[in-house]
């Protein structure tokens, strides 16, 4: 299968491969927040409604707390933060504000400890984003505020059958972990090992980085389903 979806940088990411991929890329982007000072972690998930907090709760392993829902509208969209209490190990209960802006091609999330339902809306007022709308691909798009120097800007799914698949842009930030070498020729450009006691591997092409990490407890060796794939950012 081939798909394709547009990233928060306004770049085409396409994927083939012949095999089936759990779902379409969620996108990780860090964007700086001028309410803040500081940039933040968000999540774009493709369209689908994560700001029902209580039925999301539901479809998720870990049991969560949610209390206070609240909403607000955003350029014209609904914008929803909630009290959300997360179980950790060894007992302990992490709390954190949760918000989820829902656009037509798009949900725009993140969560934030000791802060405030008017915290999380005046962030998500300071940012500069739009939503695109074209024939084929549609996405959520970051005018500026991309701060590819603490976390670089990925998208990740999910390869049935093999493990996580995470694609990025071949920019200085996710190339400086590329081993040195010329790495096994396949189809998509170079294929390494991402170090010598990892079973995860790198493809790099002409304008991505592709990361294959094997699934939890998973003997299958992903070298093969990694070289057929041709990823493309751009």
């Not at 085409?12 to 001028?34: C, D, I, R, T, Y």
């Not at 790198?202 to 389903?225: E, F, H």
Request: proline share 6%; net charge neutral; glycine share 8%.
């Amino acid at each position: 299968m081939t798909f394709a979806a547009r990233a928060p940088d306004g770049a085409v990411v396409s994927v083939g491969a012949p095999f089936e991929f759990q779902s379409p890329l969620n996108f990780h982007v860090q964007v700086a927040s001028p309410t803040m000072g500081r940039s933040l972690p968000f999540v774009v998930f493709p369209t689908r409604t994560l700001a029902d907090f209580d039925a999301l709760a539901r479809t998720l392993p870990q049991k969560l707390g949610v209390s206070d829902v609240r909403e607000a509208s955003l350029y014209g969209k609904r914008l929803a933060t909630a009290r959300v209490e997360m179980p950790q190990y060894f007992g302990d209960v992490s709390v954190v504000r949760w918000a989820a802006w829902e656009g037509a091609t798009g949900c725009l999330t993140t969560s934030m400890v000791n802060r405030t339902h008017d915290d999380l809306v005046s962030v998500f007022a300071s940012l500069v984003f739009r939503e695109t709308t074209t024939q084929y691909v549609n996405g959520l798009v970051f005018d500026s505020g991309i701060d590819n120097s603490v976390r670089p800007l990925s998208g990740l799914t999910f390869l049935n059958g093999v493990g996580f698949v995470e694609v990025q842009p071949a920019i200085p930030e996710v190339l400086a972990r590329v081993p040195s070498g010329a790495g096994l020729q396949v189809a998509g450009g170079a294929l390494y090992r991402l170090s010598a006691t990892s079973d995860a591997v790198l493809l790099v092409g002409n304008r991505a980085v592709t990361t294959v990490i094997p699934q939890t407890g998973s003997k299958v060796d992903v070298v093969k389903p990694a070289g057929q794939l041709v990823v493309s950012w751009g």
